[in-house]
Structures are given as structure tokens and as C-alpha cells.
């Protein structure tokens, strides 16, 4: 059985910084991109960022970019996520998300999510 | 890239069907069949309930259907269940590097 499991969240001022965990089992970790996720109260979900299956590519969306650094490690078959310089509308649920294949375009697991809140 | 666009709330008695929209632009829907459909249910997780447009993952009941013309999406619940309230969101990838990956707005179904 799939299972992405996240960990790392919490309360953190202004500023500060996270590291965000997503333990994966049940499947090949080391043969799927992987993807986060948020979604911030009573929002709808904002992709935030992919690393490849392998690790050597990585992709951000413009509101993290420069801030967050997505990684893997392959043989503990788990994604990360380095938040730094958080801002307030950085609160969310992170979650992590496989992509199902080398050539689909679409999230068939998720975790189930972590709590981010920033406070000023 | 903005979001997709989607109504904010569908609602329909036990039985009935209704359709969820999703309204993109001719660099995402409009070029890609490559259409995505998450439910969340309150505190939950995102789960996959249509891919590639029209195509259902194994589990997923054949009440749902989705389809595409041009640049909008839509998402078909037949037979409308209690069960069945929950948000939906549709997803599309994009020609744009950054994001790959657009969701929509979101749309809250209601069962009467």
C-alpha cells in the first residue's frame, strides 16, 4: 500500500525557517517525481514545487522560488522541503504528492498533510 | 499562470446528476488532455478521482465522468450521493515551465 506520510510542520515566526519531511512506503520512492503541495486556510491548492525521480531537477512556483529547495533522498525514500524567510502567507497544509509517471501529468497519492503557520 | 476557473458551489438532490466546470486558456486545457480531478472531503486529503480527462483509477466509481471541449473541463457526478459532498478541484499541466501544474479554483458540491 502507497503511504506518503509528512512531518516537520509547525509554528514558526516571521521570517524563520522549516524543514518539512514526507516519509514514503509501499512503492519504488526512487522511480517517481515527487511534488508539493499547499493548500492555506480555506484556500484552494497551490502547487509549490517537483523534484525528479532522480533528484537533478527541480521546478518552483514563482510565490517560493528563491526561498524553498525541494530534495530527496533516494535511500531513505523521502522528500524534503527547506522553507526559509517564511511569510505570513506562507501558512498552509503542505502536502506531498507523488506524480504518477514519467509521462502523466496528474497526483494519484497524497499525504496527509502537515500545518505550517507563520505568525508575525 | 492564474488559476482555473470553477464555480464556487454545485448542489443537487440524492439521484441527480450535476457537472462541475473548469475553464482554462489555450496553454493548459486547450492544448493538453492532460486534465486532472481531486475530491477533499473536510480535513482530508486530496484523492484522485479522474486523470487524462475522462479516465478513472481503479476504486473510483463509474458516477464519475469527465469530459473537455476547447478550454473548459468538466466533471460529471451521476446519481448523486450523500457521500458525494465534498470540494473538487480540476488540475491541468501547462505550457509554462513554471508552474507545470495549475489547480482550480475550487468548487463546493452539496447534496440536498
Known amino acids: 500500500e502507497v503511504q506518503l506520510l509528512e512531518s516537520g510542520g509547525g509554528l514558526v515566526q516571521f521570517g524563520g525557517s522549516l524543514r518539512l519531511s514526507c516519509a514514503a512506503s509501499?512503492?519504488?520512492?526512487?522511480?517517481?517525481?515527487m511534488n508539493w503541495v499547499r493548500q492555506a486556510p480555506g484556500k484552494g491548492l497551490e502547487w509549490v514545487s517537483v523534484v525528479s525521480a532522480g533528484g537533478g531537477s527541480t521546478v518552483y512556483a514563482d510565490s517560493v522560488k528563491g526561498r524553498f529547495t525541494i530534495s530527496r533522498d533516494n535511500s531513505k525514500n523521502t522528500l524534503y522541503l527547506q522553507m526559509n524567510s517564511l511569510r505570513a502567507d506562507d501558512t498552509a497544509i503542505y502536502y506531498c504528492a507523488r506524480k504518477s509517471g514519467s509521462y502523466e501529468y496528474y497526483f494519484d497519492y497524497w499525504g496527509q498533510g502537515t500545518l505550517v503557520t507563520v505568525s508575525s | 499562470q492564474s488559476a482555473l476557473t470553477q464555480p464556487a458551489s454545485v448542489s443537487g438532490s440524492p439521484g441527480q446528476s450535476i457537472t462541475i466546470s473548469c475553464t482554462g486558456t489555450?496553454?493548459?486545457?486547450?492544448?493538453?488532455?492532460?486534465v486532472s480531478w481531486y475530491q477533499q472531503h473536510p480535513g482530508k486529503a486530496p484523492k484522485l478521482m479522474i486523470y487524462?480527462?475522462?479516465n478513472r483509477p481503479s476504486g473510483v466509481s463509474n458516477r464519475f465522468s469527465g469530459s473537455k471541449s476547447g478550454n473548459t473541463a468538466s466533471l460529471t457526478i451521476s446519481g448523486l450521493q450523500p457521500e458525494d459532498e465534498a470540494d473538487y478541484y480540476c488540475?491541468?499541466?501547462?505550457?509554462?515551465?513554471?508552474?507545470?501544474?495549475?489547480f482550480g479554483t475550487g468548487t463546493e458540491v452539496t447534496v440536498l
Open positions: 488540475s491541468a499541466y501547462t505550457r509554462s515551465s513554471t508552474p507545470p501544474y495549475v
Open positions: 487524462d480527462v475522462t
Open positions: 509501499g512503492f519504488s520512492f526512487s522511480t517517481y517525481a
Open positions: 489555450s496553454s493548459d486545457i486547450g492544448t493538453y488532455n492532460f
